[in-house]
């Protein structure tokens, strides 16, 4: 599912491109570097949104598989951007 961006993403004139792995976005913007935002489905069914440095790298934030659908697992991954990178 591909996430809806908040409004606050094209303020900052981020940019999103895939990152070639399923569910998971390359972002950029002016002076913020690059970062990879992504969803994974967890055992018990529900989803977690991740934050990576690099494609392949450690998780550098995320959260536990906790929402019911993608959605708000990308919500969570764009909060995750902003509180960790922009603020």
Do not use: H, Y
Request: charged share 25%; aromatic share 12%.
């Amino acid at each position: 599912m591909p996430p809806i961006f908040p409004f606050w993403f094209k303020q900052r004139q981020c940019k999103a491109e895939p990152a070639g792995v399923d569910n998971t976005l390359r972002v950029s913007g002016p002076n913020l570097g690059e970062t990879f935002l992504g969803i994974a489905q967890g055992d018990n069914k529900k989803w977690r949104a991740f934050l990576r440095t690099s494609a392949d790298g450690p998780e550098t934030a995320c959260t536990e598989p906790e929402f019911d659908n993608p959605a708000d697992a990308w919500e969570a991954a764009f909060e995750l951007f902003r509180t960790n990178t922009i603020v």
